[in-house]
C-alpha cells in the first residue's frame, strides 16, 4: 500500500497549476516548473487540492503513485520556497570564489578547478570555504551539488575535501610505526 500516494497535496495562493496531455505545469513567486506525468498515475485537481490516482492496482503502478506525488510536491514546495543544499569544503589551503555563473575552486590541484553552474542554479560562498546553492527545482539542485562534491570528495583520513554540511565523515586511524 502506497501512503505517500494517497496523501493530497494542497496548492498555496499565488500558485497556478495547469495539467493537460498529461504534463503538468506549476508557477509560483519563484518561477515555474514542467513535468510529464507517467502514464500509470493521474492527477486530480479539485479545490486547490491535487490527488494522485493509478488506474490499475499493481504494485509497480503504487510504486508510481508516491513516485509522482513526491514530484509534484517538490515542484510545489520549489516555486513557492526554493530549495538549498550547503556544501563545505575542508583542507589547508582549499578556498572557491563565484564570478558571474562560475564557480573557481581552489582544492589541491595545480590548477584551479573552474565548474560552470547550470542554468536556474545560483550560489554564493561565505568564508571561502561554504558553498550555498539555491534553484527551485530540487532534482537539478541535487544534482549539481553532487557534481562539485565528485571534484575532491572527503578522504577518511584527514577528512580534506568537499563535503555536504549535513554529512558526517568517519575518520580512520593513520599509519603506526613498528619497531
Request: hydrophobic content about 30%; some cysteine.
Amino acid at each position: 500500500m502506497s501512503r505517500v500516494g494517497k496523501k493530497p497535496i494542497p496548492v498555496p495562493d499565488k500558485t497556478t497549476i495547469t495539467y493537460r496531455d498529461r504534463f503538468l505545469t506549476v508557477k509560483g513567486e519563484k518561477g515555474s516548473l514542467s513535468r510529464e506525468i507517467h502514464p500509470a498515475v493521474d492527477l486530480d485537481i479539485k479545490d486547490d487540492i491535487i490527488h494522485v490516482t493509478i488506474e490499475k492496482d499493481s504494485r509497480v503502478n503504487r510504486a508510481f503513485q508516491g513516485m509522482t506525488r513526491s514530484l509534484v510536491n517538490n515542484m510545489i514546495k520549489g516555486v513557492t520556497e526554493g530549495f538549498e543544499r550547503v556544501l563545505q569544503i575542508n583542507g589547508i589551503g582549499y578556498r572557491a570564489s563565484i564570478s558571474g555563473s562560475s564557480l573557481t575552486l581552489n582544492i589541491g590541484y595545480s590548477n584551479p578547478v573552474i565548474f560552470e553552474l547550470p542554468e536556474g542554479v545560483s550560489a554564493t560562498v561565505d568564508k571561502n570555504n561554504v558553498i550555498k546553492l539555491s534553484c527551485i527545482d530540487k532534482e537539478k539542485l541535487g544534482q549539481t551539488a553532487a557534481a562539485i562534491r565528485r571534484l575532491r570528495p572527503p578522504e577518511p583520513y584527514k577528512g580534506k575535501g568537499i563535503k555536504y554540511a549535513e554529512e558526517y565523515i568517519r575518520r580512520k586511524a593513520g599509519k603506526t610505526g613498528t619497531k
